[in-house]
């Protein structure tokens, strides 16, 4: 395998001038297919059997929900990269990836509640998913808060990517911990989420939604990710040829 | 201070010297010792007091009171746990002595556990009595063993991270109570089980295995941030 | 498009809400994202003149007419 791709890329000014390249491709194909599924999931997909129209919220909450999940788990692996290889250009991605995170989790949040009224009667619920959903944000919340508090950048990096990484090795445990606890007690409302079959029609859309979220995340990590190197590198050499 | 020892140390060695450096030096300040346990009952105290008196409504929460109670405690003395020693320079010493940090560490909690959790347990049935709580003490007392074992872990790890902050007692409560909740979860079911004499071995054997899987992760987490922590 | 359209049975403003919100986190994300970016940039420009500036006379005239 040659590698020379990766340690070119992994240099903090090709990685800048990468993301500046790559962040407009994502962001505008991200709107286009947003757009689409979007106006798909509003007005054209027929309606759902059980839900009626409320099961048109689907095509936020679905996408959110899961990249939340996995943007966290790119950060800690992100930050574990950083910490064990002591590479910056790792750091700067986890430290990108906080942010969003976070505000994806709360939006899965907030469109669970609002999707949880019609169907379930109530904004919330003690379900296994939403308290999962609800301690991965006090895990960005934390996590944040954790950089924040240093004012030395590279000990920010080392102090955080720990944190990370005790939280994605305890998120399995929280999930089966929430999973079981959950089910003792009750387990009726889960099955309002039994798919009534989705339709190829209904798919397709959402399939979309679910890529385009991840494309815009791309592109928000891109000018995140462009900060976070330019506040690591503020005596570099190269930033002096760069744009001034 | 540690003896110098000339040859070197074996590992069970290492954790006896650790283990009565930190019982000697919680001797010549009980008093502090003591406020974790104070804090434990007067949390418990308050729950009564908010809420409806009558035992028979106390007994449904009293797991709930009994768990937060006792993760409250633990993390209000896991604030205590390095920091005199990285104040006074000892910590850097260990460091830089060459024997292995986790293992160090790790010998601190266990006596840090020893000193703070271990009263708790034994203090739990009497104030589970006042909850209405009518069996399954020795169950609870267990539980509650293997629970703040893992509490004082985690809290380490936090108490680690956040102990080159000049302000990290808010901050380390809110990285540290997300982390420990499967511990609230299976700890207050466990005592709900044994509070209806129910056979509550397989929660148990759960705790068990979390507090095993922290015993070995957890101090390489506390080695690392302690190097990051007093650079 | 109707009126009928848009009101979804009874759960148009469920729906329209979490939209709604959807799209304004969405901005929120990007103009977060892009505000740190523009800060640094502005950060690291600032400071690359004070350095051009700070130089010893000689220098500092070559060196502006390099960078131009």
């Known amino acids: 395998m040659n590698w020379i791709w990766f340690h070119k890329l992994a240099s903090p000014p090709s990685a800048y001038v990468f993301a500046t390249r790559l962040r407009p491709w994502l962001f505008w194909v991200s709107v286009v297919m947003m757009l689409w599924a979007a106006y798909q999931g509003l007005f054209v997909v027929p309606l759902d059997y059980q839900q009626k129209d409320a099961f048109r919220i689907i095509y936020v909450h679905v996408p959110v929900a899961s990249l939340s999940l996995l943007v966290y788990s790119m950060m800690a692996i992100a930050a574990a990269i950083g910490l064990i290889w002591r590479m910056k250009l790792a750091h ?26 019609p169907m379930w009667g109530a904004w919330w619920a003690w379900d ?7 301690i991965l944000l006090f895990l960005y919340l934390g996590y944040m808060a954790l950089r924040a508090s240093f ?14 990484i005790v939280g994605i090795v305890n998120v399995p445990i929280v999930k089966y911990s929430v999973v079981w606890w ?63 | ?11 069970l060695h290492l954790a006896a010297v650790v283990l009565m450096r930190e019982l000697r030096l919680a001797l010549r300040r009980w008093d502090q010792v ?40 633990s993390l209000l003395a896991a604030d ?65 063993a293997l629970g703040t074992g893992v509490l004082t872990l985690l809290g380490a790890v936090g108490a680690a991270l956040t102990v080159g902050l000049r302000r990290g007692n808010m901050l380390m409560a809110l990285l540290v109570l997300p982390l420990e909740m499967p511990v609230l979860i299976f700890g207050a079911q466990a005592v709900e089980s044994a509070m209806r004499n129910e056979p509550a071995l397989g929660i148990i054997s759960l705790l068990a295995s979390v507090l095993l899987l922290a015993m070995i992760l957890t101090p390489f987490a506390m080695a690392a941030s302690m190097r990051i922590s007093i650079e | 498009m109707t009126f009928e359209a848009l009101k979804m049975g009874d759960y148009g403003a469920y729906v329209w809400s979490s939209y709604a919100l959807a799209l304004l986190a969405l901005i ?41």
């Open chain 1, 128 to 134: 296994a998913r939403l308290t999962s959903e609800l």
């Open chain 1, 92 to 117: 700067a991605v986890a430290a990108a990836c906080a942010m969003p995170g976070a505000i994806l989790t709360t939006l899965a949040l907030a469109t669970g509640s609002i999707w949880g009224k």
């Open chain 2, 1 to 11: 201070m540690m003896q110098p020892v000339r040859h070197t140390p074996g590992p």
């Open chain 2, 80 to 144: 205590a746990l390095f920091r005199p020693d990285v104040e006074d320079g000892t910590m850097e010493q260990w460091v830089l002595s060459g024997q292995p940090l986790p293992w160090l560490l790790f010998s601190k909690s266990l006596a840090h556990w020893l000193l703070t959790g271990l009263p708790l347990v034994l203090v739990t049935p009497v104030v589970a009595v006042s909850l209405g709580v009518e069996q399954g003490f020795g169950t609870i007392m267990m539980v509650l």
């Open chain 1, 151 to 164: 004012d030395d950048i590279g000990r920010a990096d080392r102090a955080s990517a720990i944190l990370a």
């Open chain 1, 182 to 244: 959950n089910s003792l007690h009750q387990g009726q409302t889960l099955s309002l989420f039994g798919k009534s079959e989705i339709d190829p029609s209904m798919a397709t859309p959402l399939v979309v939604m679910i890529f385009a979220f991840l494309l815009f995340f791309g592109a928000v990590l891109c000018d995140g990710l462009r900060a976070e190197i330019l506040r690591r590198e503020r005596n570099a050499s190269w930033l002096s040829e760069l744009k001034v």
């Open chain 3, 28 to 68: 929120a994300m990007a103009a977060i994202a892009r505000n740190a970016c523009n800060r640094e940039l502005k950060a690291a420009q600032r400071r690359t003149q004070a350095n051009r500036n700070g130089q010893p006379a000689p220098t500092s005239s070559t060196s502006a007419g390099a960078g131009a």
């Open chain 2, 34 to 73: 003591l406020q974790p346990l104070i804090f434990f009952v007067v949390v418990v105290t308050l729950f009564p007091l908010a809420t409806n008196p009558e035992l028979s409504a106390l007994r449904h929460i009293a797991p709930g009171v009994l768990w937060v109670a006792a993760m409250l405690a």
